[in-house]
């Protein structure tokens, strides 16, 4: 049984930076992870989707120049460093992977989530 499992969050002020951690078990070859949002109210956001295999990673442009992806050596944790943190980036943050033949940026293609963890950002 596939098992995703974020942590990481935590309250910070505006400006400053958390790291948010993924590990995916389970999965014999996890081929894309994502960093998704909800901030409430909102519906969910990418952030950001990343080939495990080239480590080639999809920003979305209101967090570009701000959050890096990386992976631990074993490709199955993936990690969000969070800097220049804006009240606006304040949600829900969960993880998800998959091993489908389509290109990480196809949402629809994740079908494993984490829980999700929180991170809020006051100015």
């Known amino acids: 049984q596939v098992r995703v499992v974020e942590s990481g969050g935590g309250s910070v002020q505006a400006g400053g930076s958390l790291r948010l951690s993924c590990e995916v078990s389970g999965y014999t ?3 894309c992870m994502a ?18 295999s080239s480590g080639f ?23 969000l460093q969070m800097s220049a ?15 489908a033949s389509v290109t990480c940026d196809f949402v629809g293609a994740y079908i494993h989530w984490g829980q999700g963890t929180q991170v809020t950002v006051s100015s």
């Open 57 to 79: 990673t999809f920003y979305a442009d209101s967090v570009k120049g701000r959050f890096t992806t990386s992976q631990a050596n074993a490709k199955d944790t993936l990690y």
């Open 35 to 52: 960093w998704f949002r909800q901030a409430p109210g909102k519906g969910r956001e990418r952030v950001a989707l990343t080939s495990t």
């Open 29 to 31: 070859s996890t081929k």
């Open 85 to 99: 943190l804006k009240p606006e980036d304040t949600a829900m943050y969960y993880c998800a992977a998959h091993s």
